[in-house]
């Protein structure tokens, strides 16, 4: 598996899954495009973690049109390509519907679906234009196993990565005669900054192997979408929640 002379751009890559994404993908010979929304400071540790030269990084703010814009943008410019886009970039906050006030409800819904899901298919789609003049390329969608199960006190959430997942399979669909294939990959809980303060509640008994999982572990599952040879799997959503939550 390598990605040699592939440009690879991953949202939300200052940290956690997006982190793991960048360096993973280095290491197998990418030039990785770190994106990241403020935090300059821990994309840059990224960066340093990131094998081999070229690598860059780029801000923006998912929520905001122009600024995916200019990310998809400023990556052609600059790499003259873009190979594999991974959506990674998300926000969790709980907005529990018995308790909050309908601003705080319009807030949470608005801010996370414009990040969540808007944002990501305006990724995917200006991604794909570039791609299509390349001859293909992959989008691998990170959703989440709230997409199935439900996020009773973040609803907002579980809807993003339901609409995520949807997404995920109408663009395989709309993109498949362009060689453009798009996955998603739909982990649990995870040992990320994002996941922190809930880590120490009991979450690790929801699965059977009595953990939750690491960066790296979800990380494999997106490089393994995005290479060669797994264009056949376009279209698949790909559980990576240790059996916490299992489907039909």
């Not at 956690?16 to 197998?28: H, L, N, S, T």
């Not at 929520?63 to 998809?72: E, R, W, Y």
């Not at 970039?89 to 414009?114: C, F, K, M, S």
């Not at 794909?128 to 293909?136: C, F, I, K």
Request: charged share 15%.
């Amino acid at each position: 598996m390598t990605f040699t002379d592939k440009v690879v751009l991953i949202t939300g890559a200052s940290r956690g899954i997006g982190r793991a994404c960048a360096i993973q993908f280095a290491e197998q010979g990418a030039t990785v495009v770190i994106h990241y929304n403020s935090n300059r400071a821990a994309a840059q540790q990224t960066l340093d973690a990131c094998a081999g030269e070229g690598h860059m990084l780029v801000p923006a703010d998912m929520a905001d049109p122009d600024g995916v814009q200019f990310l998809i943008d400023h990556t052609v410019k600059k790499l003259g390509r873009v190979d594999v886009l991974v959506n990674n970039a998300g926000i969790y906050a709980d907005h529990d519907p018995n308790t909050v006030d309908y601003p705080t409800w319009q807030a949470h819904w608005g801010r996370t679906l414009a990040v969540n899901l808007v944002g990501a298919a305006n990724a995917a789609y200006l991604a794909a234009h570039h791609m299509a003049e390349q001859g293909g390329g992959k989008i691998v969608n990170v959703s989440s196993r709230g997409a199935f199960r439900g996020e009773p006190t973040a609803p907002a959430y579980g809807a993003s990565k339901a609409g995520m997942n949807s997404m995920s399979q109408s663009l395989a669909k709309a993109y498949a005669h362009k060689n453009i294939i798009v996955t998603a990959v739909a982990p649990g809980w995870v040992e990320t900054d994002m996941a922190a303060d809930y880590l120490g509640t009991g979450i690790a008994a929801q699965s059977p192997l009595n953990r939750v999982a690491t960066p790296d572990e979800i990380a494999r599952a997106v490089v393994f979408l995005a290479s060669d040879g797994c264009e056949f799997a376009t279209g698949a959503i790909l559980d990576v929640n240790g059996a916490s939550y299992l489907r039909t």
